[in-house]
C-alpha cells in the first residue's frame, strides 16, 4: 500500500507560481512512476506530467510543457509539480497518483491509470 498526501494548492494571480508537492509513505517510493493530474469543475480528470521511477524522463501535456515542471526527490519519498506562469485554466483540483511500471511515458496520458491516489489540493488562478 502506498499513501498519497498532496499540499502547496491555494489562490494565486495569473502570472503567478505554486509548487505542489505529494508525500508518499512506504519503502518502496522509487518503484513507482509518478503523476499528477487535475480536475476542474464540470470537467473530466486530465493528465498533467509524468516522471520516471529514477526522475531521468519526464511527459507533459502540451498546455502546460514550459511552465510547469516535474520532479521528485527518492530520498524524501516526494514529487513536485512547480507552476509558473499560472492562467485561469488552471484552476482545479490537482491530484498525484503513483503506478507500479517502467514503460517509456510517451503519451502517458493514453495509458497511465494509477495505482494509488492523492486526496487532491486545490489551485485556483485568478484573472
Known amino acids: 500500500q502506498v499513501q498519497l498526501v498532496e499540499s502547496g494548492g491555494g489562490l494565486v494571480q495569473a502570472g503567478g507560481s505554486l509548487r505542489l508537492s505529494c508525500a508518499a509513505s512506504?519503502?518502496?517510493?522509487?518503484?513507482?512512476?509518478m503523476a499528477w493530474f487535475r480536475q476542474a469543475p464540470g470537467k473530466e480528470r486530465e493528465f498533467v506530467a509524468v516522471?520516471?521511477?529514477?526522475?531521468?524522463?519526464?511527459y507533459y501535456r502540451d498546455s502546460v510543457k514550459g511552465r510547469f515542471t516535474i520532479s521528485r526527490n527518492n530520498a524524501k519519498n516526494t514529487v513536485y509539480l512547480q507552476m509558473n506562469n499560472l492562467k485561469p485554466e488552471d484552476t482545479a483540483v490537482y491530484y498525484c497518483a503513483a503506478e507500479s511500471t517502467n514503460r517509456p511515458l510517451v503519451a502517458a496520458e493514453r495509458w497511465y491509470r494509477g495505482d494509488y491516489w492523492g486526496q487532491g489540493t486545490q489551485v485556483t488562478v485568478s484573472s
Open positions: 516522471i520516471s521511477r529514477s526522475g531521468g524522463f519526464t
Open positions: 512506504g519503502r518502496t517510493f522509487s518503484s513507482y512512476a
